[in-house]
Nanobody, 127 residues
Framework: QVQLVESGGGLEQPGGSRRLSCVAS????????MAWFRQAPGKEREFVAA????????YDGELVKGRFTVSRDVRKNTLYLQMNRLEPEDTATYYC????????????????????WGQGTQVTVTS
C-alpha cells in the first residue's frame, strides 16, 4: 500500500510561482511511476506531468508551456511540481498519483495507469 500526501497549494497571483510536494510512504518513489494531475471545477481530471521509475519525464506540453518542472527526491521520498509563471487557468486541485507498473510514455497521461492517489491540494491563481 502506498500513501500520498500533497502540500504546497494556496493562493497565488498571476505570474507567481508555487512548488507542490507529494510525500510518499509505503514504497520508494524510484520504484513508482508518479504523476501530477489537476482538476478544475466542472472539468475532468487532466494530466500535467509525470516521472517514470527510470527518471524520465513527460509533460502535457500544451498545458505546461515550459512553465512547470516535475522532479523527485529519493532521499525525501517526495515528488515535486515546480510551477512558474502561473496563470488563472492553472487554478485547480492538483493530485499526486503513483503506479507500480512501468508504463510506456503515452500511458503516463491516463488516470487508469495509477493505483494510488493523494487527497489533492488546491491552487488558486487570481489577482
Amino acid at each position: 500500500q502506498v500513501q500520498l500526501v500533497e502540500s504546497g497549494g494556496g493562493l497565488e497571483q498571476p505570474g507567481g510561482s508555487r512548488r507542490l510536494s507529494c510525500v510518499a510512504s509505503g514504497r520508494t518513489v524510484s520504484t513508482l511511476a508518479m504523476a501530477w494531475f489537476r482538476q478544475a471545477p466542472g472539468k475532468e481530471r487532466e494530466f500535467v506531468a509525470a516521472i517514470k521509475r527510470s527518471g524520465g519525464v513527460s509533460y502535457d506540453g500544451e498545458l505546461v508551456k515550459g512553465r512547470f518542472t516535475v522532479s523527485r527526491d529519493v532521499r525525501k521520498n517526495t515528488l515535486y511540481l515546480q510551477m512558474n509563471r502561473l496563470e488563472p487557468e492553472d487554478t485547480a486541485t492538483y493530485y499526486c498519483a503513483a503506479g507500480t507498473g512501468s508504463p510506456i510514455t503515452s500511458s503516463l497521461w491516463v488516470t487508469s495507469t495509477y493505483d494510488y492517489w493523494g487527497q489533492g491540494t488546491q491552487v488558486t491563481v487570481t489577482s
